[in-house]
């Protein structure tokens, strides 16, 4: 089975924090995804990447980086956190494209205060 | 760009009846994958059923089929025999056939409610 992990399930951070957020894939996924998901708004794509240390831009990346020095591993990073950025944040694997299954992880609730 | 619609944000149904989640897209593309997700209370998203576009026959997985009309681009879920693990909030998506990057756009979701 394929195991997409998410560092935490709840988070909390005050805002101009610089908070990570971890992802890890155990099946050797060459892409992997960052997503946030709003009421009414469903997913949006912030980053994702295809290789080791590549990342192209989502719809919403202002805001955000991302960094991804392992293949099984990809970060999300809020530089300077914001209270519009509390949301959930959905991690999400895939091995190859088109047509192929994404795998997500459970997810983190971030809260900004 | 490919947009995903799904226009009702909560649909509920009798344990053991069916429902129908609707779902509209639109595409220039002739390449694609539509996708339903669901997502549990505090559960991960995981698959329910996946459709090629150059595909005429309706995807089905035990009791969900899709209702796919490829001129009206509509994509519909069918979820038979409804039971309280059903209950959840379902997405569609959409992902250009030939992308390299396996992305996926999203409608807004819809939240199904099973009563006993």
């Known amino acids: 089975d394929v195991k997409v992990t998410q560092s935490s399930r709840y988070l909390v951070k005050r805002t101009g924090e610089k908070v990570f957020l971890e992802c890890v894939q155990d099946m050797d996924h060459e892409n992997m995804f960052w997503y946030r998901q709003d009421p009414g708004l469903g997913l949006r794509l912030i980053y994702f990447s295809y290789d080791v240390k590549m990342k192209e831009k989502g719809d919403i990346p202002e805001g955000y980086s991302v960094s991804r020095e392992k293949k099984e591993r990809f970060s999300l990073i809020l530089e300077s956190a914001s209270t519009n950025q509390t949301s959930m944040y959905l991690c999400?694997?895939?091995?190859?494209?088109?047509?192929?299954?994404?795998?997500f992880g459970p997810g983190t609730r971030l809260t900004v205060t | 760009a490919q947009t995903v619609t799904q226009s009702q944000p909560e649909m509920s149904v009798q344990e053991a009846e069916t429902v129908t989640l609707s779902c509209t897209y639109d595409?220039?593309?002739?390449?694609?994958?539509l996708f339903w997700y669901k997502q549990p209370p505090s559960r991960q998203m995981i698959l329910v059923i996946r459709q090629e576009a150059y595909k005429q026959q309706n995807a089905t997985e035990n009791r969900f089929s899709v209702n796919f009309q490829k001129a009206a681009k509509s994509f519909s879920l069918k979820i038979s025999d409804s039971q309280l693990g059903d209950a959840a909030m379902y997405f569609c998506a959409y992902q250009h056939g030939s992308s390299n990057t396996g992305k996926l756009i999203f409608g807004q979701g819809t939240t199904l409610q099973v009563k006993p």
């Open positions: 595409t220039s593309e002739s390449d694609y994958y």
């Open positions: 999400a694997s895939i091995r190859l494209a088109g047509g192929w299954e994404q795998y």
